[in-house]
């Protein structure tokens, strides 16, 4: 047994498991550090702010941790094991924190709520499940598209409505079922888009008229009804109910509402209500597929006068248009069936496309028309009669034809108008022009600043090379003329003789681009077998390698693909 004068055993040096575990029970029990006092202090404080400034104040705690840790001096062992302990305890606990942190819940509404209207509504909807945070900001969206996808329904049974009328019932319940509730939890404010994509007739219409009513409440900026739908028409367009009558009465107030876009496919609009103030903002409307009568058009145009663009595609029942609109820049007539005759009162018209049967034109003045696109889809109807209707076009930059059949030389000189600033032609070749392809040459002679001139070829099989009795005008140059495109080039021979030619005067040429892609306008579209195709592919490819590459300047990029 030791005696008391004897000295105490030398203690051996404490590891660095030993003290971990044995500085953790000190630290729990004893107040903290004084070097690490105010962070913890910091902490206490902070816990009491906004969830807002976490995020800052974490990483300052983090910061000043490290700090600590790598500019404390040393005194002796179990000091320095002391601090050493404390800052790691200190850091471990900052670091669990800031990971442990929710970031995106702590976000203001009107992020979140912006975030989740680049969802669908069903995905957005889902989210409130996630915490009492989430439970009502997808009710606050402002993008609303209610279609087949974002409602998670599926999209190939579609298809057999014409075999299963039951199915189609069905389908059509479930998707007024889900659109209902949907905007029974929505708080309905300022909403930026709302999309109603799905075949419904006027039996809906009582549910159409409430989702039209919520929009016109919601202040609905972009507003689209598609009943139709364009990829299956020939599945679903089989329904013996009448279209849906579009109501135009919950925009005849126009308080709050700010309505910029107006989308309408497959329904009718009878009439029109008295005031439509609620169109005072209106700066672009389409309709498609809609029954409606010349009077309802004029009407509900004259009470948009900030109306910008116009579109009007498949209205068979227009029969003498009348647009009056100061503000008006676009406007585009589409296959209208019935039409007889459009007359424009649009001064500050930049753009018109016209597209379907020769129709009579009343337009007396266009000092700013710029780009003007025509279309013909019948036989013997020539565009450049079109053109012959319309007045002085002192600012047109942009010319696009669309030729049902050749146009014979003859009749071309006819045309002898010039356009003094037009710069870009471009023309669609429905068939073979043979000899009749001089009338080109001719129709570019109106334009002696032509910048850029693009042909679409007819994309038939392979012709054996012919000689062609051509008759070029003479003393003609593009002096401008820097671009010249070829798509759907077969290697037809008139087509080669048009280059030939454009080559011989065109000076300041300094792109040639073929295109063997097959191309073919719209309402002309037939199935080629792909083996057919290639094959025409090849002939182009040989024709242009070998009789129009070596006439090529060498200061022209020279392109086949």
């Known amino acids: 047994m030791d005696s008391p004068s004897s000295p105490a055993a030398a203690t051996p040096p404490a590891t660095g498991d030993d003290c971990f575990t044995m500085k953790k029970w000190q630290f729990k029990l004893r107040k903290p550090s004084p070097a690490i006092r105010p962070a913890r202090r910091w902490r206490v404080v902070q816990s009491t702010e906004p969830q807002r400034c976490m995020r800052d104040r974490d990483a300052a705690i983090m910061s000043a941790a490290h700090r600590l840790h790598a500019h404390e001096p040393l005194r002796d062992t179990a000091s320095r094991c002391t601090g050493s302990l404390n800052k790691t305890m200190c850091t471990q606990d900052v670091e669990q924190t800031v990971q442990s942190c929710d970031w995106i819940s702590i976000l203001p509404d009107d992020i979140l709520v912006k975030i989740l209207s680049l969802l669908t509504v069903s995905d957005a909807a889902m989210t409130d499940c996630l915490s009492t945070r989430w439970r009502h900001l997808w009710k606050n969206v402002d993008c609303l598209i209610l279609d087949l996808y974002s409602l998670r329904m599926p999209e190939s049974e579609i298809c057999y409505y014409h075999q299963k009328p039951c199915l189609r019932k069905a389908q059509v319940k479930k998707f007024v079922r889900k659109t209902n509730g949907f905007l029974r939890n929505h708080h309905g404010n300022r909403i930026k888009e709302f999309t109603v994509r799905f075949p419904l007739t006027s039996v809906n219409a009582s549910d159409l008229d409430h989702w039209i009513g919520f929009a016109a ?55 029109t209500p008295a005031n439509l103030s609620g169109f005072a903002c209106l700066h672009f409307l389409e309709l498609s597929r809609v029954e409606i009568a010349d009077a309802t058009v004029s009407n509900i145009i004259s009470n948009c006068c900030a109306l910008k663009s116009l579109i009007l595609a498949f209205c068979d029942q227009l029969i003498h248009l009348t647009v009056t609109c100061s503000q008006l820049l676009n406007l585009d007539v589409d296959f209208c069936d019935g039409l007889i005759s459009v007359c424009i009162h649009a001064d500050n018209l930049e753009a018109f496309m016209y597209k379907g049967h020769k129709i009579n034109i009343e337009y007396k003045y266009a000092p700013f028309l710029d780009t003007l696109r025509v279309h013909f889809i019948k036989k013997n109807q020539c565009p450049l009669d079109f053109i012959s209707a319309l007045p002085k076009l002192p600012k047109l930059e942009t010319l696009i034809l669309q030729f049902s059949g050749p146009v014979q030389v003859s009749r071309a000189l006819r045309h002898t ?106 309402l002309f579209r037939k199935e080629k077998h792909k083996s057919e195709d290639e094959e025409r592919c090849r002939y182009a490819t040989e024709m242009a390698s070998t009789h129009l590459a070596p006439k090529v300047p060498s200061t022209v990029a020279f392109s086949i693909t």
């Open 417 to 522: 108008f010039r356009f003094a600033n037009l710069k870009m032609i471009v023309f669609f070749l429905v068939k073979s022009w043979k000899e009749c392809i001089c009338s080109l040459a001719y129709l570019l002679k109106a334009a002696p600043s032509l910048e850029y001139f693009r042909v679409h070829g007819f994309s038939k099989l392979k012709e054996q090379p012919s000689e062609l009795n051509m008759t070029w005008p003479e003393d003609l140059t593009f002096a401008r003329l820097h671009i010249i495109v070829v798509k759907g080039f077969s290697g037809e021979p008139e087509l080669m003789e048009l280059l030939y030619f454009l080559l011989r005067r065109a000076p300041a040429l300094k792109s040639l681009q073929l295109e063997t892609r097959a191309y073919e306008p719209f």
């Open 217 to 271: 409440s919601a202040s609905t900026e972009k507003l689209c009804l598609d009943l139709y739908d364009m990829n299956r028409s020939s599945c679903l367009d089989i329904s013996p109910n009448e279209p849906y009558n579009f109501i135009l009465s919950p925009f005849s107030d126009g308080r709050g509402c700010r309505l910029s876009e107006l989308t309408l496919s497959n329904c009718t609009v009878r009439t």
